[in-house]
Nanobody, 124 residues
Framework: QVQLVESGGGLVQAGGSLRLSCAAS????????MGWFRQAPGKEREFVATIDWSGAYRNYGDSVKGRFTISRDNAKNTVYLRMNRLKPEDTAVYYC?????????????????WGQGTQVTVSS
C-alpha cells in the first residue's frame, strides 16, 4: 500500500509560480514511477508530468511543456512539481499518482495509487 499526500497548492496570479510537493509512504518509493495529473471542474483528468524511478526520464503534457518541471528526492520520499508562468487555464485540482512499476505512463488509469489532491487557482 502507498499513501500520498500533496501540498503546496493555493491562489496565485497569472504569471506567478508554485511548487507542489507529494510525500509518499508505504512501499518502496524509490522504485516507483510517479506522475502528476490535474482535473478541472467538468473536465477529464489530464496528464501533466511523469518521472521514472531514477529521475533520469521525464515527460510532460503539451500544455505545460517549458513551464512545469517534475523532480523527485528519493531520500525524502517526495516528488515535486515546479510550476512557472502559470495561466488561468492551469486552474485545477492537482493529483500525485504512483505506479507499482518503475516505468512511466501518461495514463492515469495505469497508476495504482493517488493522493487527495491539492487545489491550484490562477487568477487573471
Amino acid at each position: 500500500q502507498v499513501q500520498l499526500v500533496e501540498s503546496g497548492g493555493g491562489l496565485v496570479q497569472a504569471g506567478g509560480s508554485l511548487r507542489l510537493s507529494c510525500a509518499a509512504s508505504g512501499r518502496t518509493f524509490s522504485s516507483s514511477a510517479m506522475g502528476w495529473f490535474r482535473q478541472a471542474p467538468g473536465k477529464e483528468r489530464e496528464f501533466v508530468a511523469t518521472i521514472d524511478w531514477s529521475g533520469a526520464y521525464r515527460n510532460y503534457g503539451d500544455s505545460v511543456k517549458g513551464r512545469f518541471t517534475i523532480s523527485r528526492d528519493n531520500a525524502k520520499n517526495t516528488v515535486y512539481l515546479r510550476m512557472n508562468r502559470l495561466k488561468p487555464e492551469d486552474t485545477a485540482v492537482y493529483y500525485c499518482e504512483a505506479r507499482s512499476t518503475s516505468s512511466t505512463s501518461t495514463q492515469s488509469g495505469n497508476y495504482e495509487y493517488w493522493g487527495q489532491g491539492t487545489q491550484v487557482t490562477v487568477s487573471s
